[in-house]
């Protein structure tokens, strides 16, 4: 591979070795089509478009290439004359779980905890527990379409919950156990769960934390449930006693060969909740065929897993990246799990994690290398770090600085950041190992995904746009739960451009690749001049005494706008100098008609618990709407910070 330190913002920092390319996953798949008599071109670009062209023969073809059983009577790829009314695979039957999990041997899973613990689960042995659990779900008598939710932290039996109950065809929903009972109860409400299976608490920054009155909470709210099947493991908090109550443990000690529902490749799997910020989670349903083969298409094509590589991912199980590295076994890959938080004591953590399990992809957040860049880690000086060669980085835009930090203090690593949704289970844009990665943006768009750039006239733009997504993806959901009538669907994805998907994101497509500029709905929009968010950001925290920050642009009243920024320091940071150095920064990085009316020190920035900033609820309190109104406290990561932005809103003079 080649590393050019010296790059600049748009030039090439990494580029694959000719000799490694024919063994990745795209150029084996181009090889694929070539023996089927396909020619998809000999570049990247050239496939991608082949395939946008052609999405029948590609996602048929896609589906032989990554083995996928799909049975029942071959017919058309897809049906339909809209995005709305796309079909994929009419008449075809598969299940997301025999994916995973059948024709496969060796390591499938390497748990890991705070304390250093580690066991590993074989693929035999999971498919032993997995058959076991879902011959006891039926004895309940949990059928395919009944709902099985789980609260859980990223352990084994989350996994094995999981491919249990899609086996069945039962829908599976989960909680991270750190919510507050009331998000987690605005959930799992709307589903009419038969089934719970729940820890009654998890490990966390060294200690344990008891959730049994929460949980007890939850399940008043949940008068569906038929059974309560709780996990101690990995806790020294005891299961509380009650008439719906048992035990994991002796569901699972007598192995059994898993059954497989055969399940019409639109019957539904997951049900995948938004971060409920605002209003009501919106319960995303996607179904056993689509989400399995884009989920088969981002591992092997965009990911470039193969059997015997090892995922590390740093995820809680309340975000899709947990599901994603679930299905790495669909790969042939080891998904390493670690419960508790990674970065406990500190953020190096992952690095000695990623050392001692010889990771060979890292999957992590923007946030999190920008964490490294601005402590000075220096891991591969001190670690063995030969093993990996995937950084996958999603969540949000990452900027130069923290590429560069990567490749200064990890290596000759292939570099991929990725943007795609919980919406669709799946990336709009990410990278492939053939491509160069070019300082400061992401490297393709998807295979199989016509992702375009609009203006807000539905033209397509010339440099920054509305993302959106002109053509069905297999992986959009098949509905939002209890949406009967799908307005609400609609309303949420194509009320701006009818028939097209909106996804909410700001997009640029230029010569040296693609930038997503955050939000389109929290996009400054000062004097007719819009900017996104990500640009302020990635100035903003590039300086040293800046640990995060956030920014909102409020429109008040008739023709009034106020952006303020608020920024938490470093500890010992000067307020006065670091002030004076954000506005140079942002004079001389974009422009003096972006330096903010107010720079606010704040103790902390506010996210959801899968680590967004909360940029559209400041605004709307800044805007006058009450804290109770703007968001579920439960569903964000400190509510305390929180409180210090409403009090700033309550009394700021604007």
């Not at 299940?95 to 580690?118: M, Q, T």
């Not at 409920?276 to 065929?289: D, L, N």
């Not at 590589?309 to 990246?321: C, E, I, K, P, Q």
Request: glycine share 10%; aromatic share 8%.
């Amino acid at each position: 591979m080649i590393v050019d330190l010296n790059a600049a913002e748009g030039q090439t920092i990494w580029r694959p070795d000719a000799d490694t390319v024919s063994d990745t996953g795209v150029a084996r798949f181009a090889d694929f089509l070539s023996c089927h008599g396909i020619a998809a071109g000999d570049r990247y670009n050239e496939m991608w478009q082949w395939s946008v062209d052609n999405p029948e023969l590609f996602w048929e073809q896609f589906v032989e290439f990554a083995g996928i059983d799909l049975r029942g009577d071959p017919g058309p790829t897809l049906r339909g004359s809209s995005i709305l009314d796309t079909r994929w695979f009419p008449g075809r039957t598969v299940n997301f779980a025999r994916h995973l999990l059948e024709g496969r041997e060796g390591l499938a899973l390497l748990c890991l905890d705070e304390e250093g613990n580690s066991t590993k689960t074989t693929w035999a042995e999971l498919r032993g527990r997995v058959g076991a659990l879902a011959a006891e779900l039926r004895t309940t008598g949990v059928r395919a379409g009944d709902r099985v939710v789980a609260i859980l932290p990223n352990i084994e039996e989350a996994v094995v919950a999981m491919l249990a109950v899609t086996s069945i065809g039962a829908i599976w929903s989960i909680c991270a156990p750190e919510f507050g009972p009331g998000a987690i109860a605005s959930r799992f409400a709307q589903l009419g769960p038969k089934v719970l299976i729940a820890a009654p608490g998890y490990r966390v920054n060294g200690a344990d934390r008891d959730r049994r009155a929460e949980l007890a909470a939850v399940i008043t709210e949940l008068p569906t449930l038929e059974r309560v099947i709780w996990v101690t493991a990995h806790t020294e908090v005891p299961a509380p006693d009650g008439d719906l109550n048992e035990g994991w443990e002796g569901l699972v000690e007598r192995p059994r060969a898993p059954l497989y529902a055969e399940l019409e490749f639109s019957h539904p799997l997951w049900v995948l909740f938004s971060s409920g910020t605002t209003g009501r989670p919106k319960g995303i349903v996607h179904g056993h065929g689509g989400a399995l083969i884009e989920m088969m298409k981002m591992h092997l094509i965009h990911c470039d897993l193969r059997p015997g590589d090892r995922f590390l991912s740093v995820a809680s199980t309340s975000w899709v990246v947990w599901n994603s590295l679930v299905c790495v076994l669909g790969a042939g890959a080891t998904a390493i799990l670690v419960d508790g938080n990674a970065t406990y004591p500190n953020v190096n953590r992952v690095w000695d994690l990623a050392a001692a399990t010889r990771a060979t992809a890292l999957g992590v957040s923007a946030g999190f290398v920008h964490a490294c860049a601005k402590a000075d880690l220096t891991p591969a000086e001190d670690l063995d770090l030969r093993a990996l060669r995937l950084v996958q980085v999603t969540g949000s835009p990452l900027s130069a600085e923290g590429a560069c930090w990567v490749y200064r203090a990890v290596g000759d690593v292939w570099l991929s950041s990725a943007s795609g949704g919980t919406d669709v289970a799946s990336i709009f844009v990410g990278g492939v190992p053939t491509e160069p990665v070019k300082l400061g943006y992401i490297q393709v768009p998807a295979l199989g995904v016509r992702v375009e750039a609009w203006n807000d006239d539905g033209t397509p733009a010339d440099g920054t746009g509305e993302l959106v997504v002109t053509a069905a993806m297999p992986s959009m959901p098949l509905c939002l739960w209890g949406d009967s009538d799908g307005s609400r669907y609609r309303a949420s994805y194509f009320e701006m451009f009818p028939g097209v998907w909106r996804h909410g994101d700001y997009i640029e497509f230029a010569e040296a690749g693609i930038r997503i500029h955050g939000r389109s709905d929290s996009t400054l929009n000062r004097n007719g001049l819009r900017l996104g968010t990500a640009d302020i950001y990635s100035v903003v925290e590039a300086l040293p005494d800046v640990v995060e920050a956030l920014v909102v642009g409020a429109e008040l009243g008739t023709d009034g706008y106020y952006m303020p920024l608020f920024v938490q320091l470093r500890d010992g940071a000067n307020e006065e100098s670091v002030r004076a150095a954000i506005a140079s920064a942002i004079r001389a990085n974009l422009s003096a008609r972006y330096l903010p009316d107010e720079i606010v020190i704040a103790p902390g920035i506010p996210h959801t618990r899968t680590g967004k900033k909360l940029e559209v609820p400041v605004k709307r309190l800044i805007q006058g709407v009450a804290l109770t109104e703007v968001v579920d406290t439960q569903s964000v990561d400190d509510a305390e910070v929180l409180t210090f932005f409403a009090r700033f809103a309550a009394s700021a003079v604007v």
